[in-house]
């Protein structure tokens, strides 16, 4: 059993900060790349930001130069600055098994960015 629980959320005027956070628990694996996606209603879950276990990152181009992905042995982190309305959604962290490649995904935080 794979929990991956987020906290962080909340919110915050256009212009403001948010720092997401993803602990891993349960059962130990080894971790490869980790991510956060995001889901606004009406619209498809998209790619944030991925991180993998040798450290390199990947941002979806909404996010480059705003959002900062990092990793701890078993967390995740999305640092968010510069939030605009566009950017509220549910957020979900991902991380891979890398034995398996199975993907686990956690139950999502919702980002409300005001106006």
């Known amino acids: 059993q794979v929990q991956l629980v987020e906290s962080g959320g909340g919110l915050v005027q256009a212009g403001g900060s948010l720092r997401l956070s993803c602990a891993v628990s349960g059962r130990t694996f080894i971790i490869n790349a980790m991510g956060w996606y995001r889901q606004a209603p009406g619209k498809q879950r998209e790619l944030v930001a991925t991180?993998?276990?040798?450290?390199s990152t990947n941002y979806a181009d909404s996010v480059k130069g705003r959002f900062t992905i990092s990793r701890g042995k078993n967390t995740v982190y999305l640092q968010m600055n510069s939030l605009k309305p566009d950017d509220t959604a549910a957020y979900y962290c991902?991380?891979?098994?890398?034995?398996?490649?199975?993907?686990?995904w956690g139950q999502g935080t919702q980002v409300t960015v005001s106006s």
């Open positions: 991902n991380v891979e098994d890398d034995g398996s490649g199975y993907y686990y």
């Open positions: 991180v993998t276990m040798g450290g």
